[in-house]
């Protein structure tokens, strides 16, 4: 070999650079979980995840059509091996029968929330246009205040709630996410009791 050749005295290729889960940012996971529905075992979901780390930054609970079981849906952020090992641990819970992450899955997803905006006779025509825009409904008014409700996706309550900052708040409260899966599968359907 000729020492005037770059190819035989550079040593072996280095491989590309690999993107390896778990080391990436922290992203919004929604997480449904069917249980059995009994005392305690909300307190169970939340403290594991709170051992895992994990802040829930939505949490919906309710009944389902099958009898004494009950679905959660959590969204929270975090990495994506984390939140998988995570769901992993649910499942060792008693009363935890399954766990999907559907973030990556077609979903229908919806929120509701309820805003108590400051009003006057001079703005109130103005939010009432931006409710109706956002396909809200104003569901009380007072003198002084006026309740829209409304729902969509996160980011579309954001959205409606980020316009109507500017006029006041004086309360808010939020559902959290609830979602299903598009099409014709069924997370209650899988689960075969």
């Known amino acids: 070999m000729s020492p005037h050749n770059p190819a035989a005295t550079a040593g072996p290729a280095t491989p590309p650079a690999r993107n390896l889960p778990g080391t990436g940012a922290a992203a919004r996971h929604i997480l449904v979980v069917l249980v059995m529905d009994r005392p305690g075992v909300l307190n169970r979901v939340a403290s594991l995840m709170?051992?895992?780390?994990?802040?829930?930054?939505?949490?919906?609970?309710?009944?389902?059509?099958?009898?004494?079981?009950?679905?959660?849906?959590l969204t929270l952020h975090g990495d994506a091996v984390a939140v998988e090992q995570a769901a992993k641990q649910l499942y060792r819970l008693v009363d935890v029968l399954k766990v999907q992450d559907v973030t990556e899955d077609q979903v229908v997803e919806h929120e509701l929330a309820l805003v108590k905006v400051r009003a006057t006779d001079a703005n109130r025509g103005e939010i009432i246009k931006i409710v109706e825009?956002?396909?809200?409904?104003?569901?009380?008014?007072?003198?002084?205040?006026?309740?829209?409700?409304?729902?969509?996706t996160e980011a579309e309550i954001d959205a409606l709630v980020a316009l109507i900052r500017g006029y006041g708040i004086k309360e808010l409260v939020r559902t959290g996410a609830t979602v299903m899966l598009r099409g014709a599968g069924s997370i209650e359907e899988a689960l075969k009791l």
């Open 50 to 73: 709170r051992a895992r780390n994990f802040n829930i930054d939505s949490l919906a609970v309710s009944r389902t059509d099958k009898e004494n079981i009950s679905r959660m849906t």
């Open 133 to 152: 825009l956002y396909k809200g409904a104003i569901v009380d008014i007072s003198a002084e205040s006026v309740i829209v409700e409304a729902h969509g």
